[in-house]
């Protein structure tokens, strides 16, 4: 009777023992599959974080890039406006020029006249000179 509760209670201590292995089994995957969890977290809030940066980024390099659009824009302006002035100058120096040629044609024409004068009075005075000396 002794022998047979001893056995019943060594079978007893085998499942015990089988049963706290599993339960040691267990909570040690448990505490794996808990730590893994904690570093795919990590992981998680960094890839977040990352994220969030190039989306932070991404905003900068959009600005940036309206920024330079303006900026552009602005450029574009300044030379069509620079073009319509330079027109404006070409008109001017054109007429400039032909007042230019205006003038030295005139100028042209005034020392011609000069010269015909100079020319006449010499001999007017060739001939002064000439009906003196007779």
Known sequence: DTEIQLSEANRYIEK???QIEKE???NSEEKTKSEEAQHLKLQNNFLNEEVTQKA???ERYKTREDELRVEDSIK???IISLKEENK???LKLAEIQEKE???SN???AVRCQRDAFESQLKTRDGTIENLRQQ
């Open 101 to 103: 040629t205006r003038s």
């Open 56 to 58: 932070i980024d991404l």
């Open 88 to 90: 404006a100058f070409a």
């Open 24 to 26: 040691t089994q267990y």
């Open 76 to 78: 574009e302006g300044m």
């Open 106 to 108: 005139e100028l042209f």
């Open 16 to 18: 015990l023992k089988i």
